[in-house]
Nanobody
């Protein structure tokens, strides 16, 4: 069982930045692929990006956030980050992290991001 705890959400103005964190339990974090997803009000959950397992990981992103968001990981802290820059109203959502452990997927409880002036 892997537990995930997200943090860092909040209210930010358009054009601003936030960094979300997701801390995972377990001793084999470096072997987990990690993802960030979001769900806006009234919409389905969508993938924001993924980072592969390993020391640095290779990240890929949804077109809607490419060039603005960056996923990174620190395996010494069992943490994956989502750096969000140039935020837009459309980025308003609850953000979730996901751990892929073999054939299993684990989700955090989410952290809310509101982009508003």
């Amino acid at each position: 069982q892997v537990q995930l705890v997200e943090s860092g959400g909040g209210l930010v103005q358009p054009g601003g930045s936030l960094r979300l964190s997701c801390v995972a339990s377990g001793s084999e974090f470096s072997t987990f692929a990690m993802g960030w997803h979001r769900q806006a009000p009234g919409k389905q959950r969508e993938m924001v990006g993924l980072i592969t397992s390993g020391s640095g990981g290779s990240a890929s992103y949804a077109d809607s956030v490419k060039g603005r968001f960056t996923i990174s990981r620190d395996n010494t802290k069992n943490t994956v980050y989502l750096q969000m820059n140039s935020l837009k109203h459309d980025d308003t959502a609850v953000y979730y992290c996901r751990a892929v452990v073999g054939q299993r997927h684990y989700w955090g409880q989410g952290t809310e991001v509101t982009v508003s002036s």
